[in-house]
């Protein structure tokens, strides 16, 4: 068993040097980037669709996509207007910084704003994996139950956002808010949590509005970039 | 990376052998076991609940949770009826043989008949660890859309019955019940798909008398038992 942890060990210090290339990388184009993380059908390919659609006059937005099986999602991306790429994990349950460097590779960044990369649907594995991204954005759904924080709570520490999405569905289940953000609260103090319905775009706003002011902090002048380099 | 595998195939097999010192366990003692797996949220407790109550007067239910923190599903288990186990995965995205062998130890397994194990919440690691239960169980729900059978195949390839769960949600959500079967057909043909609502109690009999079926089918005389081993 200790083989194995250290084994555990060597990969995750390479993932960690990969995911700083690749924040390197999208540095260097200009670009800001989400990982967005979920559960399996909380709606993060909704609201990928959405984040497009709503900042089209805006941002030009790519994704990656992370699944393990299908381009279902990377079609659902370009089919809103995002230059997508779909990577297939191949069984693993979370994208790694190397999937994503070659999700890079595949897009072209000239004329980016701003990068979604889509994890794979799973609350347990995507977060012990960086990617390089500037934000981690967690999408919960009110049919998942407000027990989840309590039950996951891996997925809640070290998240820049969380998203409470299929907010219209709340008069046909049981689901205390106030019992989720206190859930979410106690393992991430003063973390912003915006309720969202990608089905009726309840919300929405807060949310692009969250994203434009993320990416115009993070937005830097050619010269300054020039400098920093 | 070899090397990764190489370990990573080790502990399978270190699995496997647990695995079966756990169905010779369970045969010892003439308990008939599910292995419940399915995305967080999808109603693993839920079903739990509602078959430790409609199957009262038939069985005697003994429950182990698996879950990365908290013992709310223990908790749920118990006040419906059944002997319950939790399991804290410590970060671990599923069972293990070995941590289900722990839960037996806990368990007094006199008089039970049947044992379900709830696994973690998570569409991609449970498959992958033989536990030594009966049969496999895979809990969708409508909420989490009719996609998840091609983007999670791994999770429905092997599984004895899928449970559709949350159909009283069916009127509020996009959900096409027939692209989701055909997902199902195609990599699990002629898998039995049983409709049901936790919330309203729909299908639920056709689920219980699955059950009841199995549990019938497996049980052997004491005599039989002595004879076999």
């Known amino acids: 068993m200790t083989q194995r942890v250290v084994v555990a060990e060597k990969i995750l210090k390479a993932n960690d040097e990969l995911a700083a290339e690749n924040r390197a ?4 184009a200009g670009v800001f980037s989400l990982n967005l993380m979920a559960s399996p059908g909380a709606g ?16 030009r937005v790519a994704v990656i996509d992370g699944d393990l099986a299908t381009s279902l999602d990377a079609d659902r991306a370009a089919a809103a207007g995002a230059r997508a790429v779909q990577i297939n994990t191949n069984g693993q349950c979370h994208l790694d910084a190397n999937m994503v460097g070659h999700g890079l590779d595949a897009l072209d960044l000239s004329g980016v704003d701003l ?6 649907g799973n609350l347990v594995c995507p977060v012990e994996f960086a990617l390089g991204a500037h934000r981690n954005v967690l999408i ?15 997925s809640y520490r070290g998240m820049d956002v969380v998203v409470l999405n ?4 709340l008069p046909y289940v049981r689901f205390d808010v106030d019992r989720f953000r206190h859930g ?3 393992l ?4 912003r949590i915006l309720e969202v319905s990608c089905t009726t775009g309840a919300g929405l706003p807060a949310w692009l509005a969250w ?11 050619p010269d300054e970039r020039r400098a920093r380099t």
């Open 188 to 191: 991430n103090p003063g973390v």
């Open 44 to 59: 993060k390919t909704s609201l990928v669709e959405r984040t497009v659609a709503g900042l089209a006059d805006q941002l």
């Open 140 to 154: 919960a759904s009110v049919p998942e139950g407000d027990d989840k924080p309590y039950k996951y709570p891996g």
């Open 166 to 169: 299929k907010i219209d569905l």
């Open 184 to 186: 979410v609260e106690v």
């Open 25 to 28: 990388r999208l540095e260097d």
């Open 115 to 120: 990068l979604i990369i889509e994890n794979v």
């Open 211 to 221: 994203i434009s002011e993320q990416a115009e902090a993070h937005r830097v002048s």
